[in-house]
């Protein structure tokens, strides 16, 4: 079994900040790429953030300069880091993984977080 588990969403002014974290957890043998997507209401969920083993990211032009991804290889961690906060950036939000499991170590799958609101009043 493998677990993705977020945190650090909540209720922000606009203009602030937050900084969301996924720790991985579980059969891992390997992890891949990580990512963050969002969904709002009526809306379908789209990529914010993703970020390669090797550090390569990428970002959704809407979030560019405001958000940062790292993430920690040795916890298996991944954060999403967001400053300036607009009202149209709330969302839930929810992390990705693509990770090949000790069960299955010749195949990745996707895994997904169970997802954390964060509203950005304004």
């Known amino acids: 079994q493998v677990q993705l588990v977020e945190s650090g969403g909540g209720l922000v002014q606009a203009g602030g900040s937050l900084r969301l974290s996924c720790a991985a957890s579980g059969s891992i043998f390997a992890i891949n790429a990580m990512g963050w997507y969002r969904q709002a209401p009526g809306m379908q969920r789209e990529l914010v953030a993703r970020?390669?083993?090797?550090?390569?990211?990428n970002y959704a032009d809407s979030v560019k300069g405001r958000f940062t991804i790292s993430r920690d290889n040795a916890k298996n961690t991944v954060y999403l880091q967001m400053n300036s906060l607009k009202p149209e950036d709330t969302a839930v939000y929810y992390c990705?993984?693509?990770?090949?499991?000790?069960?299955?170590?010749?195949?990745?799958?996707?895994?997904w977080g169970q997802g954390t609101q964060v509203t950005v009043s304004s």
């Open positions: 970020i390669t083993t090797g550090g390569s990211t």
């Open positions: 990705q993984a693509g990770i090949r499991s000790t069960t299955r170590r010749y195949k990745e799958d996707d895994y």
